[in-house]
């Protein structure tokens, strides 16, 4: 048996954002689609990505970073989180003003491994997939490939791997 592909795996005829929808479009989409995120495309080009996070990011509370004076500087304390990308969350209006650009996209023909080590190696979720010619074509995210690893391991969905003595 050939060895899968992101193509074997992707989910297709996914939908894609403009750039000027908006947050209401944005999470009517996302939630239709069931997925993570989806690829923001202007004029056939992937220009960004809108993923779950971004949106609720802009729900989360966010902290100003503490100014430390010293001498005759002033340092910004590490707050942990970046203050300028929190507070492009909460003031987002459209898909342009919250995705995350650029995009990692993945060719169709890449195999299991490669697009796991994207995802892993980039905390990545979902990657747009895009033919020879960058065309968008699909999206794979995390959980088709978990899809995967269960068929391939043939668990029966009666069977439990934990035993009781």
């Given at each position: 048996?050939?060895?899968?592909?992101?193509?074997?795996?992707?989910r297709r005829d996914v939908p894609s954002l403009a750039p000027g929808d908006t947050i209401g479009v944005i999470a009517r989409?996302?939630?239709?689609?069931?997925?993570?995120?989806?690829?923001?495309?202007?004029?056939?080009?992937?220009?960004?990505?809108?993923?779950?996070?971004?949106?609720?990011?802009?729900?989360?509370?966010?902290?100003?970073?503490?100014?430390?004076?010293?001498?005759?500087?002033?340092?910004?304390?590490?707050?942990?989180?970046?203050?300028?990308?929190?507070?492009?969350?909460?003031?987002?209006?459209?898909?342009?003003?919250?995705?995350?650009?650029?995009?990692?996209?993945?060719?169709?023909?890449?195999?299991?491994?490669?697009?796991?080590?994207?995802?892993?190696?980039?905390?990545?979720?979902?990657?747009?997939?895009?033919?020879?010619?960058?065309?968008?074509?699909?999206?794979v995210c995390r959980s088709d490939i978990v899809a995967l690893i269960q068929r391939l391991e043939a668990v029966d969905p009666?069977?439990?791997?934990?035993?009781?003595?």
């Amino acid at each position: 048996m050939p060895e899968a592909t992101v193509g074997d795996i992707m989910r297709r005829d996914v939908p894609s954002l403009a750039p000027g929808d908006t947050i209401g479009v944005i999470a009517r989409r996302l939630t239709e689609a069931r997925a993570p995120g989806l690829p923001v495309v202007e004029g056939g080009v992937i220009v960004g990505i809108v993923t779950e996070t971004d949106l609720i990011a802009r729900e989360a509370d966010i902290s100003v970073p503490t100014v430390v004076p010293f001498l005759d500087a002033l340092f910004v304390a590490d707050g942990g989180r970046d203050f300028d990308e929190d507070l492009r969350h909460v003031f987002a209006t459209t898909a342009r003003e919250l995705m995350t650009s650029p995009v990692y996209n993945i060719r169709e023909t890449a195999s299991i491994e490669q697009i796991a080590t994207l995802m892993v190696d980039q905390n990545v979720n979902p990657v747009p997939v895009v033919d020879q010619s960058n065309e968008l074509v699909g999206l794979v995210c995390r959980s088709d490939i978990v899809a995967l690893i269960q068929r391939l391991e043939a668990v029966d969905p009666g069977e439990s791997p934990l035993t009781v003595p």
